[in-house]
């Protein structure tokens, strides 16, 4: 395991990159199917990272709590090298009810990853819809807790939710950025 803190490729104010990807529903799910959502938290996430793995329920309780908030988990990792990362790994994941992001999707061939600038595994990206597009309000952390075993000094995600509700108040963020820590993408 190579650990790895997320760095900035996006700068606030910039666009989200377009994609298309493939979902654990079956379906292709592209950044302008969020449209008819006021933010969009991007996360590159995966199955088998510990780190990952520890902020499930921290994604979980995001997507739960904030309707007007599409999240939206993207596995880029290597499923070859690493097979727990596998398409019908995600899909079991979603069916068994571990993960309830609003989707789940694969980036087999990691370009939309690489667009982003993501390097970890949870490397969260917060977008603002701007002008009918979504444009980078916070990219970092999810909370203060980052190690697999620690426990965050407020609830699961609690900094994610303040950047969160500043969006959906028209405020600008102003938490710095505060890097998300995490296994590294697992890049072919």
């Given at each position: 395991?190579?650990?790895?803190?997320?760095?900035?490729d996006?700068?606030r104010?910039?666009?989200?990159?377009?994609?298309?990807?493939?979902?654990?529903?079956?379906?292709?799910?592209a950044?302008?199917?969020?449209?008819?959502?006021?933010?969009?938290l991007?996360?590159?996430?995966?199955n088998?990272?510990?780190?990952?793995?520890?902020?499930?329920?921290?994604?979980?309780?995001?997507?739960?709590?904030?309707e007007?908030?599409?999240?939206?988990?993207?596995?880029?990792?290597?499923?070859?090298?690493?097979?727990?990362?596998s398409?019908?790994?995600?899909?079991?994941?979603?069916?068994?009810?571990?993960?309830?992001?609003?989707?789940?999707l694969?980036?087999?061939?990691?370009?939309?990853?690489?667009?982003?600038?993501?390097?970890?595994?949870?490397?969260?990206?917060?977008?603002?819809?701007r002008?009918?597009?979504?444009?980078?309000?916070?990219?970092?952390?999810?909370?203060?807790?980052?190690?697999?075993d620690?426990?965050?000094?407020?609830?699961h995600?609690?900094?994610?939710?303040?950047?969160?509700?500043?969006?959906?108040?028209?405020?600008?963020v102003?938490?710095?950025?505060?890097?998300?820590?995490?296994?590294?993408?697992?890049?072919?």
């Open positions: 395991m190579t650990l790895e803190e997320s760095a900035r996006l700068e104010g910039d666009s989200a990159p377009g994609f298309e990807l493939p979902g654990t529903d079956g379906a292709s799910h950044l302008v199917d969020y449209h008819d959502h006021d933010a969009l991007v996360v590159f996430t995966c088998h990272c510990p780190y990952a793995q520890a902020k499930i329920e921290a994604l979980n309780g995001l997507a739960e709590s904030y007007e908030v599409a999240v939206v988990g993207i596995n880029a990792n290597d499923a070859e090298e690493y097979p727990d990362d398409f019908e790994r995600m899909q079991e994941l979603v069916e068994d009810g571990t993960v309830r992001y609003d989707a789940y694969r980036d087999e061939s990691q370009e939309v990853a690489r667009a982003y600038g993501a390097v970890c595994t949870p490397d969260p990206f917060l977008f603002a819809k002008d009918g597009g979504f444009e980078l309000a916070y990219h970092g952390r999810l909370d203060d807790a980052t190690g697999p620690e426990e965050p000094s407020g609830e995600g609690f900094e994610m939710a303040g950047a969160i509700e500043s969006v959906l108040t028209g405020v600008p102003d938490q710095q950025f505060q890097p998300s820590r995490g296994c590294s993408i697992k890049w072919k």
